[in-house]
Each structure stands twice: as structure tokens, then as C-alpha cells.
């Protein structure tokens, strides 16, 4: 059966007199057919996979651990999902005002504006700024001093947030750079939880060498000193899994197939022990055939099987952007709402779907007046924004 995307046309802000509709038919993951524009360039792939991520960002961080999350009809009903369900879903995807104050982990202005970005979205731009201040060369200590320069190149009215934000991951960061006073061994970190923490900065690591994976793999396992035991492996693989996303013929499937398969280190064959983000992986998919398309069981299933005290271990992430998409049968916004209304570190969960789509559809999948109003926030508030780093990638990437 044919599901025409032509109806999302309004909600990606796309004027169908304005673009060519050349149309090819695909195969997601789970084998329905679907009608799309003819693929986006490797450009607006970065683009989409950069503003993708910010725009997750943006729109979680207001709903970030609210408790209980806001729910809509089809993620309380017991009824399946529908087609049409999965329509009105990805219509109420939007940005929100924050209703807080400023927090070191969340955003930095009290009641922030909409498209207000949070760390998930600062670590890029100290990702960024290591690109920049060493001409492109990414090592961990290049990295690493970046984290502690970083208050340097805020606005003044940020650095106190910055000095509320950076103590844990100041004694991590210095020990990494080899000094010892102020420092504690990066194992310390987080008590020694492997958390989702890599997935922050490093996703962009994916644009600089697309067709390369394994090297996107290494490159993010080297720079990461703040992924302790299995977080290493994981959040080194989602990146690897974003540049196939990136690549021309990038989906769903091959982005979870490279996540699987690229292995520099060998985890898959480790004596006596089973590759835990395959574990995760293949979770996520059994907790979907069992949820029998209904959002509110998967959910509770989520909440029963995913073995989290804090909602942002490394793996987490991973199952809950995985399931949620396969439910709403890969609908880019209807997924990117789900991550919304499951709850917990929203923020978190929303950057990792909102890059995985934008790699796979470009940036057009997402409604222009978001993608303006996230990237300007940016601009705005932190002197950087997504078009800096597009000039970037576009000096550095191999």
C-alpha cells in the first residue's frame, strides 16, 4: 500500500509550486512502500542531520523530566495507531516557551524563548569551536581544552551558567589533559555510569566523513574520554550509523545496519560476553512487535524494560528513538512528537531522532518557520549557529 507523504507538505514548509516533486518509491524497515521526494543533496543531509538536532533539542528541553509527561489521545488510548493517527501526531509537533528558570543542564535563560537550545545542543557548538581554534585537527586534548574555553567565547551574562555547568566535567576534562590538581580520573565521571553524555557533542563527527563509518566510529571513540565502559562502544556506533544515514541512499535500515555492523574493536566477538548495543538494538524492535501498534503500551513497555535509574544511560536514547519511530512507521515528525510525550530527558532523546531523520530526509523535512527559529535562537544567543558550522564542514570534511 502506497502512503503518500504529499499531505506533510504544508507542516515541512514545503510550496508544492516551488518544488519539483520528482517521486521514487522506497522500502523502510518495515517493508510498507512510501512516495518521497526525490533524495535531498549530501548538503542538506548535513544540514538536515545539524538543524535536525537542535530543533529536538529546542523542543524538548521545555518538557524535559515533566512528571507526568502531556499526553495526547493516541499515546493514552488503548485503539492502535491509524494512518491518520500518525498524521495528527506529527501535526502537533512544535517549539515551546520554557515555563522554568535557568538551569546549568537545561537552558541558560530564565522562561527562555522558544527554539532556546540546551547542553545537548552547547556541547556541539564546543565541538565546533574545536574545529575552528585548531584549524580541524580533532584530538581528545583539543577537545578536551575546548570544554574548559568555552566559558571564554559565551556572552557574559552565560558565564555563570557555565560555571554552574562545568564542575563534574571539569575534573574529567582535567584529568584528561594530564593535570592533576582539580582532576579526578575520567571513570569518576557520572559515578562511573555509562551515560548518553558523547552523544552531545559528537554526532557531527558523522558530516565530516560520511562515507567512511568506521573512521566516524574511531573518531568519536577517541575523543569521547567522558564515555565510560559500554557508552564507548555506543555512542561511537550511533555515529557511525549517522554517516550511512548520510550517505545517498541512507534509511532507517542501514543506519541501524551500520550501527550493528561497524566494529573496529571487536565487540561483537569479546570471550564470554554479547555486544550490548546489539542487546538494546534488538529490544527496541521486540518491545514494538509486542506494544501490536499501540503507543501507550510501548511506552509502558519502555518504561518496564529499559533497566534506567536516570533516563540518560547511553542505551537509552537508542531504544526509545529506535521504537518510537518504527511505530509510527518512520513518520519524521509524528516520531519526533513521540519523544515529546514519552518523557524524561526529552531533550536528549529528541536530538538523536531529530539528526538521525534529518540525515536521512535532509533539512526540508522539517517546516522552514522551526528550522529559522532554532538556527536564529542560536545566532542570537551564542554568536553561532548551524550556517557556521555548515562553512565548517564544508573546510574541514574530508
Known sequence: ????LLFILPVLGIATNNVELRTKIFQEPNNKNILEISPPSRSSKIEGMLIGSAIGDAAGGPVEFVNPPIRSFWCITSKKITEKGIEELGYLFKLREYAKDAEPFAQWESYGPEGTVTDDTRFKMIFFNT??????????????????????????????????????????????????????????????VPTMEGQMPFLPIAALNPDDPEWCYLKSYELGYFNIGIAKDINSALVAGLARALQ???????????????????????????????????????????????????????????????????????VVVIACAEIVDYHPLASMQLMMEFGHDTDSYAQVMGAVIGAIHGKEVWPEDIRRTVNNRMKEQFGQNVDDWMKLIDKYGK
Do not use: C
Not at 1 to 4: A, E, F, G, S, T
Open 248 to 318: 545517498a541512499d541512507g534509511n532507517w535500515q542501514n543506519f541501524e545496519a551500520a550501527m550493528r555492523t561497524v566494529d573496529p574493536y571487536d565487540y561483537n566477538h569479546v570471550l564470554y560476553v554479547n555486544r550490548q548495543l546489539i542487546k538494546w538494538l534488538n529490544l527496541s524492535h521486540e518491545l514494538v512487535r509486542k506494544a501490536d501498534g499501540n503507543i501507550a503500551k510501548l511506552f509502558t513497555l519502555l518504561e518496564e524494560n529499559l533497566e534506567t535509574i536516570y533516563w540518560w544511560e547511553t542505551w537509552v536514547p537508542i
Open 131 to 192: 574545529l575552528k581554534e585548531y584549524d580541524g585537527v580533532l584530538t581528545m586534548k583539543n577537545f578536551a581544552q575546548s570544554v574548559l574555553d568555552f566559558r571564554n567565547t559565551l556572552p557574559e551574562k552565560y558565564q555563570d551558567n557555565y560555571d554552574e555547568w562545568i564542575p563534574e566535567i571539569a575534573y574529567a576534562t582535567n584529568w584528561a589533559l594530564g593535570k592533576r590538581e582539580n582532576a579526578y580520573p575520567v571513570e569518576r565521571i557520572w559515578g562511573g
Open 1 to 4: 500500500m502506497i502512503r503518500l
